[in-house]
DNA sequence: TCTAACGTTCAAATATTTCTGAAAGTTTCA
DNA sequence: TGAAACTTTCAGAAATATTTGAACGTTAGA
């Protein structure tokens, strides 16, 4: 396969995996372009790679920030930004589930929490509902142990753990 | 807390967790009602229930039934069709990271798995590309095959994987 | 201070996804 | 077979999410 063509199917494939996670596409494209570029990019290169509007690549630039996936970066001599993404997958998978965790499964074991003082006349709802939100809460709270973990860890680790399952 | 604020709330956080994760809302509010339900619950009161259209509620049930986690039921001497949602988390754990690995796991593998012969004039970025790929390979295969052995496995091993970490 | 070169914001336009409801299809049983 | 009781489908409507681009803000250096 031609290097131009892997790129685009690249930075498509991309794009339809962060769809079906809930990041948005432009997002993953900016981040795809720029794991795939062997120096920084200005927002004008990017723009013009993804025939983006300067709005759109300036927004999804500073949430690739927020996530801690993409940096800033400055050429000496030069007044524009550069923008860059860590090469290394390892510290991409800890990144990203570090920042789920916080977005996502801290909320919700925030909520079910919450249920463990229902009360109402239907006892046997009642007692299912109990029963069925605190078993969540148990498991969303061991994911979220594992997941702290797997985030601090380093690789070394994570092979060592692959090797016992 | 009230159980009937208590269900609304869970109804609600159930369906925002859904959408984070690229399920639609709806999917998840049924799939929220029909967990807390403690008998199958017909279309018909689903769609009271949520307030939601016949429609919306039959492609729904129809989209929980493929992801194999909501069950068609049939009552004796009834001629509508009740719909359930199997109440142990654990189950449903396996069931949706199995499905999820299937859906979105497996389809990145494959793609990234073809640009193992990318050619291209500029060596550096073609060498880069490659390593790039490669790594993001060897990583979503390991994690894929973590999922397919967690998908099979049972709730002891889980627990004493959790102890082990 | 002024201005060119950039970065940021946001209201409006577009695109995408989801939802509705009525019509069409199916099943059961008298 | 006929018709009541359901379920399914799908075109159009509504709701959401994304994108654009032009106006506004900021900064560095002349």
Same mark, same amino acid.
């Given at each position: 396969m031609?290097? @131009?063509?892997?790129?685009?199917?690249?930075?498509?494939?991309?794009g339809?995996?962060?769809? @079906?996670?809930? $990041?948005? &596409?432009?997002?993953? #494209?900016?981040?795809a /372009?720029l794991?795939?570029?062997?120096?920084?990019?200005?927002?004008?290169?990017?723009m013009?790679?993804? #025939? %983006?509007?300067?709005?759109?690549?300036? %927004?999804? /630039?500073r949430?690739?920030?927020?996530?801690? $996936?993409?940096?800033?970066?400055?050429? +000496?001599?030069?007044?524009?930004?550069?923008?860059?993404?860590?090469?290394?997958?390892?510290?991409?998978?800890? #990144?990203?589930?570090?920042?789920?965790?916080?977005?996502? $499964?801290?909320?919700?074991?925030?909520?079910?929490?919450?249920?463990?003082?229902?009360?109402?006349?239907?006892?046997?709802?009642?007692?299912?509902? &109990?029963? /069925?939100?605190?078993?969540?809460?148990?498991?969303?709270?061991? +994911?979220?142990?594992?997941i702290? *973990?797997?985030? *601090?860890?380093? #690789?070394?680790?994570?092979y060592?753990? /692959? %090797?016992? $399952?």
């Open positions: 031609e290097y @131009n063509e892997a790129k685009d199917k690249f930075i498509n494939a991309w339809t995996l962060g769809s @079906n996670w809930g $990041i948005n &596409k432009a997002m993953a #494209q900016i981040h /372009l794991l795939m570029a062997t120096e920084p990019m200005s927002a004008e290169e990017i013009e790679e993804l #025939q %983006m509007s300067r709005g759109n690549v300036n %927004m999804n /630039l949430a690739l920030m927020d996530w801690g $996936i993409v940096k800033k970066e400055h050429k +000496v001599g030069e007044r524009k930004e550069f923008f860059s993404a860590g090469k290394d997958v390892w510290e991409l998978a800890k #990144q990203v589930s570090r920042e789920r965790r916080r977005r996502e $499964i801290e909320p919700i074991i925030q909520v079910l929490g919450e249920f463990q003082n229902v009360t109402g006349d239907d006892k046997k709802a009642v007692a299912e509902f &109990k029963k /069925l939100t605190s078993d969540l809460y148990d498991f969303s709270s061991k +994911v979220d142990g594992m702290e *973990k797997f985030s *601090k860890s380093d #690789q070394t680790w994570f060592k753990l /692959l %090797m016992k $399952i």
